[in-house]
């Protein structure tokens, strides 16, 4: 909680609860970063980044989903808690 | 679709420049829009990192493995990481740096914690410091992948499979030389 005013770059975003959210931008910057070193037609960029954030994502999206089954279903089943 | 990039092999200049500053590199070498876009990608990365951490997320000192990856950003992330040791902790009773506490403020004079004032930036915690941390060190990751290509630049494939653009590469030498050797034989007749 904020008890004085919010100064940008000095004090860290109230983002506690929403912090998943920043997926999105990352994804998008790496994204950028990464395949403006890749094209070979700088006309393709756009196209690229926006398919690449696309896939980067829901693979963690999907990765997240996979680990969240896996210990809370899979586990209980593989490594039962002692009686 | 342009031909590959033909200007392949070592540019100390570009690599040079590129450890300087994100996407400078790649200005060097005159490829002014992958220059642009390499800067927002990295800068975009280190500088989000510190939004949403707070500087506290650029920390040689109490955070070093994470300075490591940062630091790969370039001078900028030592620049940062001088401002928030030099500026902005204070100093201890035994003389050591640490970040201010909530009801402390920084006499500018001495570097002091002085009782009483307005901390000079806030700690950040939990996620917004891990994510603060991770974004920044993102940004000095992909940061070398550019530096690399800056000063080793190769053929750039544009990420299709590699049997594809052969295949289109010898199936137009094929048709070429098809043509040519029909040309020959229909002149030759």
Same mark, same amino acid.
């Given at each position: ?11 860290? $975003?109230? =983002? ?5 959210? =920043? ?42 989903? =996979? ?6 279903? $899979? ?9 | ?25 790649? !200005? ?22 510190? !939004? ?95 530096? !690399? ?41």
């Amino acid at each position: 909680m904020f008890t004085l005013a919010y100064r940008p770059f000095l004090d860290p $975003l109230p =983002l506690q609860d929403l912090w998943f959210v =920043l997926l999105i931008p990352v994804s998008l910057l790496v994204s950028l970063a990464y395949k403006a070193v890749r094209v070979q037609d700088m006309k393709q960029l756009h196209r690229q980044v926006i398919a690449m954030t696309i896939q980067v994502t829901l693979g963690m999206v999907l990765l997240g989903a =996979l680990v969240f089954v896996t210990i809370t279903y $899979l586990l209980p089943i593989i490594a039962p808690k002692p009686s | 679709m342009p031909p590959p990039n033909d200007d392949v092999g070592f540019h100390p200049a570009a690599l040079l420049a590129a450890c300087v500053f994100p996407g400078a590199g790649h !200005l060097v070498r005159g490829e002014k829009s992958r220059a642009a876009a390499v800067c927002v990608g990295v800068m975009g990365l280190f500088l989000g990192g510190m !939004l949403v951490g707070g500087i506290d997320a650029i920390d040689s000192k109490e955070d070093r493995p994470w300075f490591y990856a940062q630091a790969l950003v370039g001078p900028v992330a030592f620049g940062v990481d001088w401002y928030h040791q030099n500026k902005l902790k204070v100093i201890d009773e035994n003389g050591k740096l640490r970040s201010a506490n909530p009801d402390e403020g920084r006499d500018p004079a001495t570097g002091k914690a002085v009782k009483g004032g307005t901390p000079p930036k806030s700690m950040s915690v939990g996620r917004v410091n891990e994510l603060g941390m991770l974004m920044a060190g993102l940004g000095g990751m992909v940061n070398l992948i550019v530096i !690399l290509d800056a000063g080793f630049p190769s053929k750039r494939t544009d990420g299709a499979p590699a049997n594809k653009k052969t295949g289109n590469v010898l199936e137009s030498v094929v048709i070429e030389a098809a043509v040519n050797t029909a040309m020959a034989g229909k002149g030759g007749t």
